[in-house]
């Protein structure tokens, strides 16, 4: 079955201990991306990647870095995660210019 | 800057009772605008894909269509499992970011 694979689903830690949160996909996509979703703001782009050991900046990325170094693999890692990081995280993929498929999210929880 | 605004914020409809969902949007040139829906709990699902003013695109109680300026969810004789959250995203020629999304429409359908 093609999907996207986030781990954890759900997270609670304290500031400032990294985290990381993985994100695996089997379709062979090249273009992979993160975004954070909060209520009313919709989802923002956290980091893309184009292929493997190419990534970027999206609307958000403070916080946050990212490596991709296989082509099915993106994580997300918090190096040291603050209160403003709680959200709502979804990871992404698709062949370049095609529908992203997205994972079921990871909800964060840092306190 | 690409804008994404999308109307009303929530909607509560009586099953069978059609109407449309509302997504504004400002971009330098328009390479795609994408409609996904988002069930409580998941990752967004893809709906549709228009390319151009003047097309439409339909599936099973759900059309969508397009201007220049805006793009229209209409749903007809919607039921309850229709309930969930649409999302509108666009994405501009060249844009490596690919997708900027609006905040959503959340839909409730009352049996």
């Known amino acids: 079955e093609a999907q996207v694979t986030q781990n954890p689903r759900y997270l609670i830690t304290v500031t400032g201990k990294k985290l990381t949160v993985t994100c695996s996909q089997n379709?062979?996509?090249?273009?992979m991306s993160w975004y954070r979703q909060d209520p009313g703001l919709g989802l923002r782009q956290i980091y893309y990647?184009?292929?493997?050991?190419?990534?970027d900046k999206g609307d958000v990325p403070e916080g946050y870095k990212v490596s991709r170094k296989e082509k099915r693999n993106f994580p997300l890692i918090l190096e040291s995660p603050s209160p403003n990081q709680t959200s709502l995280y979804f990871c992404?993929?698709?062949?370049?210019?095609?529908?992203?498929?997205f994972g079921d999210g990871t909800r964060l929880s840092i306190l | 800057e690409d804008q994404v605004t999308q109307s009303p914020e929530a909607l509560r409809l009586q099953e069978g009772e059609s109407s449309s969902l509302n997504c504004s949007y400002t971009?330098?040139?328009?390479?795609?605008l994408f409609w996904y829906r988002q069930d409580p709990g998941k990752g967004p699902e893809f709906l549709f894909t228009?390319?151009?003013a003047g097309e439409e695109k339909e599936k099973e109680r759900l059309k969508a269509t397009l201007t220049k300026k805006e793009s229209f969810l209409h749903i007809t004789a919607p039921k309850p499992e229709d309930s969930a959250t649409y999302l509108c995203?666009?994405?501009?020629?060249?844009?490596?970011?690919?997708?900027?999304f609006g905040s959503g429409t959340q839909l409730t359908v009352l049996p």
């Open positions: 992404a993929s698709s062949f370049w210019g095609q529908p992203q498929h």
């Open positions: 379709m062979n996509h090249e273009y």
């Open positions: 990647s184009m292929n493997v050991e190419v990534t």
């Open positions: 971009v330098s040139g328009l390479r795609g």
């Open positions: 228009l390319y151009s």
């Open positions: 995203a666009v994405q501009a020629p060249g844009s490596a970011r690919q997708l900027t």
